[in-house]
């Protein structure tokens, strides 16, 4: 079983960036698509980005597209989330998770404590 750990969040102010990073733990870490979510007060989890297995495919939402870099070390079992550019609508509690290999945002097993982040205007 496959659990997770994340981290790296904070405040920041408009226009600056964070790197979260996903710790996972089991042997299958590389096995595995993965994928950042994240859940504003008030709403739903929602996809930002995700990646292949072996790093070489990657999916954003919209939102973030060219402001947000998904990456993964499976030596070290963990996936990071570069956020450049930050804007107050980033604010929200991040999480990872094992996607499904389409890449489409479609999360399964347990999910982890996320760690927030929060961008000031």
């Given at each position: 079983?496959?659990?997770?750990?994340e981290?790296?969040?904070?405040?920041?102010q408009?226009?600056?960036?964070?790197?979260?990073?996903?710790?996972a733990?089991?042997?299958?870490?590389?096995?595995?698509?993965m994928?950042?979510?994240?859940?504003?007060p008030?709403?739903?989890?929602?996809?930002?980005?995700a990646?292949?297995?072996?790093?070489?495919?990657?999916?954003?939402?919209?939102?973030?597209?060219?402001?947000?870099?998904?990456?993964?070390?499976?030596?070290?079992?963990?996936?990071?989330?570069?956020?450049?550019?930050?804007?107050?609508?980033?604010?929200?509690?991040?999480?990872?998770n094992?996607?499904?290999?389409?890449?489409?945002g479609?999360?399964f097993?347990?999910?982890g404590?996320?760690?927030?982040?929060?961008?000031?205007s």
């Open positions: 079983q496959v659990q997770l750990v981290s790296g969040g904070g405040l920041v408009a226009g600056g960036s964070l790197r979260l990073s996903c710790a733990s089991g042997r299958t870490f590389g096995s595995y698509a994928g950042w979510f994240r859940q504003a008030g709403k739903e989890r929602d996809f930002v980005a990646i292949s297995w072996g790093g070489a495919n990657t999916n954003y939402a919209d939102s973030v597209k060219g402001r947000f870099t998904i990456s993964r070390d499976n030596g070290k079992k963990t996936v990071y989330l570069q956020m450049n550019s930050l804007k107050p609508e980033d604010t929200a509690i991040y999480y990872c094992r996607v499904r290999p389409d890449l489409g479609v999360a097993g347990s999910w404590q996320g760690t927030q982040v929060t961008v000031s």
